[in-house]
């Protein structure tokens, strides 16, 4: 019954390997977003996706790429990881952009260690 | 750009307290404003959200403020307990899709 689903929860990686998070929401949500948890916990936004369309990339590497095959999923694919890819990624979803009131739901979050 | 900034960064009380967590942000032309919650290895759970015409919002013993004009935003607990330990983090919106600004969260600890 979780609103927004993704996985794996944890991940240990060696650098330059390509690894690939889901993620997935049963609300019905038209908008799925991807942030980024630092190591000193700081919150960013990385991805946002309305209709299946790309609508902001906040200064991302370009090894960081979202895949939207549907509504409900907003998966994310990193090639080449590096140490600093290390963080806490989190999914979210909402009705509508953020900023139209509604609020934003997230996932649990995916753990990240690239070695 | 906006940021947004919270103090204070830690915060430890004895239980029954009642507290005050502060948020500010740079660009008072926000759309809305909410506070979440972060439990240790977990994901975020919102609290409360202001939408930018709003003065306050209130869910059992929390309620939030908002004062656009001034840029600050808090969220007042009542009663503390114990098991309201926890990261209080802020974000505002600005509309469209860009997502939320995080500030940097208050790690709060309620002693029992």
């Known amino acids: 019954d979780t609103a927004v689903s993704q996985t794996p929860k944890y991940l240990v990686t060696q650098m330059g390997n390509d690894k690939s998070i889901k993620c997935e929401q049963n609300l019905g949500h038209d908008t799925m977003y991807w942030y980024k948890q630092d190591s000193k916990k700081f919150l960013k936004i990385m991805f946002s996706?309305?209709?299946?369309?790309?609508?902001i990339n906040e200064t991302v590497p370009n090894r960081f790429s979202p895949k939207s095959p549907d509504k409900a999923h907003l998966n994310l694919h990193i090639n080449s990881l590096e140490l600093g890819d290390s963080a806490v990624y989190f999914c979210?979803?909402?009705?509508?952009?953020?900023?139209?009131?509604?609020?934003?739901?997230f996932g649990e979050g995916s753990w990240l260690t690239v070695v | 750009k906006q940021e947004v900034t919270q103090i204070p960064a830690a915060l430890s009380v004895p239980e029954g307290e009642n507290l005050v967590l502060n948020c500010s942000f740079t660009d008072s032309a926000i759309y809305n404003l909410q506070w979440f919650r972060q439990d240790p290895g977990k994901g975020l759970t919102s609290l409360l959200l202001i939408q930018s015409s709003q003065r306050e919002q209130t869910s059992g013993r929390l309620n939030a403020s908002l004062d656009k004009s001034s840029g600050r935003s808090t969220l007042y607990i009542a009663a503390s307990q114990p098991g309201d330990s926890a990261t209080y983090l802020c974000?505002?919106?600005?509309?469209?899709?860009?997502?939320?600004?995080f500030g940097k969260g208050t790690h709060l600890i309620i002693q029992p």
């Open positions: 979210a979803s909402s009705q509508g952009a953020g900023g139209s009131g509604n609020t934003i739901y």
């Open positions: 996706y309305n209709n299946k369309e790309l609508i």
């Open positions: 974000a505002s919106s600005g509309g469209g899709a860009d997502g939320l600004t």
